[in-house]
């Protein structure tokens, strides 16, 4: 019976988890990722991708 809560407990704490992070990244007001690192890890610089694809192209 013990061991059935122990379980129970890990497996509410780490769905608890996995929603706040869900909820972090779709919902959250800050820019960047759910990881909270602060790098730029999420911004999409589509210019820069633009730049490399020409780049590539160039090569060849």
């Known amino acids: 019976m013990v ?5 129970l ?3 509410v704490a780490a769905a608890a988890y996995l929603l706040r992070l869900g909820y972090k990244s779709f919902f959250s007001k800050e820019t960047g990722c ?3 690192c602060g ?3 999420s911004t ?3 210019a820069k ?4 694809i020409e780049g590539k192209k160039s090569f060849k």
């Open 44 to 46: 999409i610089d589509l």
């Open 49 to 52: 991708i633009q730049r490399e």
């Open 34 to 36: 759910a990881k909270g």
């Open 9 to 11: 407990l890990v497996f």
């Open 39 to 41: 790098s730029a890890c």
């Open 3 to 7: 061991q059935e809560i122990i379980i």
